[in-house]
């Protein structure tokens, strides 16, 4: 049972949020692609369907990154909040050109990929500025925690996606992802209760909506008509 509603009395926002979403992350450990991914026996169209996915979605949560580091009133919280932004979008950029041989074209969001997008920008643009970089937090918490997880299990010798393990499951994401918990943090401190608890379900629906982006790349989920 996931809980969204609210804090968990005497906790940070952050680690609050997390453990509302805790078995959310557990049922992504379960997932095929994650355990194959892991295993390196991901068969790689379904991997190479999963990056060309994740690159079209990058460039939809960078603009929204940006749109969310506008509303700022704190000039040193924006500037904050775009560094490592734009640092770690570019490392993951990077990520994807080394398994791209080309830029994406002409290629369609999947249903799900959609699904993200959208409700990234609804949160950005509708929402308190609170919820909004509380949505856009999953992404950074999930990808650290799984890339973590995957790097503690994976053999380096025989893993064909070892440059994406470590990308994900080495310490500079980590950095960023501790950035960013913390200024959720200092947001939620000063939010009224009823914009923590929408800060909240924001983080609860995206740590969801993770898990249906991998569930639907390893079934390579295209738009039925």
Known sequence: MVHTSGDISGLEWSRSAWMAAEPVYRKILELPFIRELAAGTLPREKFMFYIRQDAMYLKEYGRAMS??????????????????????????????DTFLQEPVRDAVQSPVCM???SHLWRQVSGEPVEVAVASVLPCFVVYEMVGRHIYETASPEA????EWIKVYGGDGFGDSTEKLSALCDRLAEKAAPEVRAGMTGAFVTGVRLEWMFWDSMYRMSRWPI
Do not use: G, I, V, W
């Open 67 to 96: 749109a969310a580091a506008s509303r700022f009133q704190d000039p040193d919280a924006m500037a904050l909040f775009l560094r490592f932004a734009t640092d770690n979008l570019e490392s993951e950029k990077a990520l994807h």
């Open 115 to 117: 699904l993200c997008s």
């Open 159 to 162: 893993n064909p996606y070892m």
